[in-house]
């Protein structure tokens, strides 16, 4: 018994031995010489980056402050040491404990852009701040959407609604030639005009003012139903087509032999969506279901999800945005800004982008848990479309921010190295306001499985069967220029330049007679509208079901599909929900949109007004934002009411 005894007591020894030994040898040479060393001038009252992004401290105080500063903040013998350590081997993080939060530190260095009322000097401003988002660009080349003016489709000059792909136009039906320049007299698509209607006045608008001309509509129609574009085609994707990158190049073809005809517009849209390989030659999307969801596949917090916000906005009050960000703006959220491309003031958005440079540099500034290199969580959308009350351009606008917000993420995981997610994306127009805290949004996201739920307004009336059956095209006035989306129906003119003597009962079938000439002209023949139902545009939307939208064949089909019918904003989102393979479970759903519009205010335009603001906006206690809010005073007396802390 005694061995035993002995034996474990000769084991004790020899352990302390053992420790004591590793503790000294482990000790930085400059403690173990001379801890108390007059030359280990280590100063902790200002934290910078170095170009390593590394934390490194600055040694600008003599050793007397620093002896203090220790003093005060460092009680224990030990994490002095530690932190004499880390003064000498900037590679050594500081320790995030308490005490070293709560320590004074010197102010960041001011914005680098000021206002300024010389605009000699808000041009040079200017120049700078687009010096330094090119940097950030140039470290996120795959993101950028600068390279989507280098794809062929934007490069190649095809005529009569073509596309350029890989090197070559995609021509209709009808057209030929390098740039489809030469129209197939012998086809009878080639020989219609367009007849306008469903117009407030029909006078305003001529055919020679629209994006496309009838007859490249007509034989692009008719191309489609020839080759039977009808429900079951467009819905014939599968997850094979998503994931093998090999189809991609084929699919992209199909679809660009198939949607046209092609306008501007679209052109940016496609290039938003896919990208090029082998020197422009094939072609994939850009983005993918399993990349998102295997890369970003956790919330960071699901008590305060980080929530995703697109502002729309056809002309730029920076009033009103700055009214709107104050009251929605912070650091850990992304923001993309969409600014219609007719508006064409260069000074106001020169401002915007200062504005969200200078907001960005204060919330950093005062921020001491960010890096200074933290990327900019708001963006403006650099290629704009140029939009028209009704056409597919408030869409592409809307689905073309999402692609930001998803570079956006990879764009801060490349910089923090966090995988981090949205919860939701929310679209707003520079007419809706909160009427409740942006704390509270995010705490509603977080209940009650709301972080995996979509809020999608669905109306079980159906819209006018007119969106659908007719193609519907933009168009110029004549007299001011300005964007109207028309519908129409074909006339042949061979049979007019026959028949001089045509009553109202011939043009009647002659528009019959086109409508087998152009084939099934609208998009009817490819939804069920028994399977799903049209609603408002206005929405909370996943994480998920944005990426679907992005990156999904069937999504991507149902998009270009649409660009021939009437107010699509209101039946896309909806139809691409009911023809997807993941998101018809029920209990992923809302119906509502969260949002008041004063329907009884329809005499002066749905205005919200002080009296809605009175009455708690109708008593609708479940809504967090409010749609029609066009004065600041309406605005200013919301804050007073709902916004205040």
Not at 5 to 27: Q, V
Not at 424 to 436: C, E
Not at 582 to 591: I, L, Q, S, V
Request: hydrophobic share 30%; aromatic share 12%.
């Amino acid at each position: 018994m005694k061995k035993i005894h002995l034996l474990f007591l000769f084991i004790f020894i020899l352990t302390i031995i053992t420790i004591t030994f590793f503790r000294d040898s482990n000790k930085p040479e400059s403690i173990k010489s001379n801890s108390n060393n007059n030359n280990n001038n280590n100063n902790f009252d200002s934290i910078n980056k170095n170009k390593n992004n590394k934390i490194v401290v600055n040694q600008s105080q003599d050793q007397n402050n620093n002896n203090n500063n220790i003093n005060k903040f460092y009680n224990n013998e030990r994490l002095k040491k530690n932190h004499q350590n880390n003064g000498q081997n900037d590679n050594n993080k500081i320790p995030q404990h308490e005490n070293y939060l709560k320590k004074k530190r010197s102010p960041r260095p001011q914005p680098t852009f000021k206002k300024s009322n010389n605009n000699n000097n808000n041009n040079n401003l200017f120049e700078k701040l687009e010096n330094k988002i090119q940097i950030v660009n140039n470290n996120n080349n795959n993101n950028n959407n600068n390279s989507i003016e280098f794809l062929s489709i934007n490069k190649i000059n095809c005529e009569n609604g073509g596309i350029g792909f890989s090197s070559k136009c995609i021509c209709s039906y009808g057209f030929n030639g390098d740039r489809c320049e030469i129209i197939d007299s012998n086809k009878e698509c080639t020989q219609v005009k367009m007849n306008i209607e469903y117009l407030y006045n029909p006078n305003l608008v001529s055919p020679d003012k629209c994006i496309s001309s009838a007859s490249s509509i007509c034989c692009w129609s008719k191309f489609r139903s020839i080759s039977n574009i009808s429900l079951t085609k467009l819905q014939d994707s599968t997850l094979t087509d998503l994931n093998e990158l090999q189809q991609h190049n084929d699919i992209i073809k199909s679809i660009l032999t198939n949607y046209g005809p092609w306008t501007e517009n679209d052109k940016k849209m496609i290039s938003y969506l896919i990208k090029s390989n082998d020197n422009d030659i094939t072609y994939q999307l850009k983005y993918n279901t399993k990349h998102f969801m295997s890369k970003h596949d956790q919330y960071d917090n699901h008590k305060k999800p980080k929530l995703a916000f697109v502002l729309m906005i056809h002309k730029i009050d920076l009033e009103a945005i700055k009214l709107l960000f104050d009251n929605i703006y912070k650091v850990k959220h992304y923001y993309v800004i969409h600014i219609d491309n007719n508006f064409k003031d260069e000074n106001l958005i020169n401002q915007l982008k200062l504005f969200i440079n200078e907001l960005y540099e204060l919330k950093i500034k005062n921020n001491i848990l960010l890096n200074s290199n933290y990327p900019n969580n708001i963006e403006i959308l650099q290629t704009r479309f140029d939009g028209a009350w009704g056409s597919i351009a408030l869409v592409y606008s809307e689905i073309a921010s999402y692609t930001k917000l998803f570079d956006m993420l990879e764009l801060r995981h490349s910089i923090t190295g966090r995988k981090e997610k949205w919860s939701h994306v929310i679209n707003l127009s520079i007419n809706d306001f909160p009427i409740k805290t942006i704390e509270k949004l995010e705490y509603f996201f977080a209940s009650n499985g709301n972080i995996k739920r979509n809020f999608l307004n669905e109306e079980d009336k159906e819209k006018e069967i007119i969106r659908y059956n007719k193609p519907w095209v933009e168009c110029k006035t004549i007299e001011d220029g300005k964007s109207n989306i028309v519908g129409f129906n074909f006339e042949n003119n061979n049979i007019n330049n026959n028949n001089n003597n045509n009553n109202d009962n011939n043009n009647s079938n002659n528009i019959d007679e086109n409508n087998s000439i152009c084939g099934c002209s609208g998009m009817e023949h490819t939804m069920d509208r028994s399977k799903y139902k049209e609603g408002s545009q206005w929405h909370f939307i996943t994480y998920k079901f944005a990426n679907y939208l992005i990156s999904d064949f069937k999504a991507i089909k149902r998009l270009f599909s649409m660009k021939f019918s009437y107010i699509p904003d209101e039946s896309f989102f909806q139809l691409a929900k009911s023809e997807s393979y993941f998101f018809n479970e029920t209990d992923t759903w809302d119906f509502s949109n969260y949002r008041f519009i004063p329907w009884y205010n329809s005499a002066i335009g749905l205005k919200v007004g002080l009296e809605e603001v009175e009455n708690n906006f109708n008593n609708q206690t479940w809504s967090y934002f409010t749609r029609k809010v066009y004065t600041t005073d309406v605005k200013n007396a919301i804050i007073e009411k709902y916004l205040k802390d």
